[in-house]
């Protein structure tokens, strides 16, 4: 959230939702996220997320990153 709301002060943090209805994310041997950083269908997050796709990209590879550096503590 710190990387995004470089990009957009006024994002909402929508928190962590525990899905296990979802079978990419149950139905797997390995760890898996879902991140949703914006709905195309509003024009306002459709822009942020073209004009700063790799900043996005970044902020989730750096979460995948954090949480990998932390599990091993």
Do not use: S
């Amino acid at each position: 959230m710190a990387a995004l709301r470089k990009i957009d002060p006024d994002i909402p943090n929508r928190g962590v939702k525990k899905r296990p209805d979802l079978a990419v994310l149950h139905c797997t041997a390995m760890p898996a996220a879902l991140v949703e950083a914006g709905f195309i269908d509003n024009t306002e997050d459709a822009w942020l997320l073209y004009q700063y796709k790799d900043d996005i990209a970044r902020a989730i590879a750096r979460g995948v990153t954090d949480w990998e550096r932390d599990m091993g503590k």
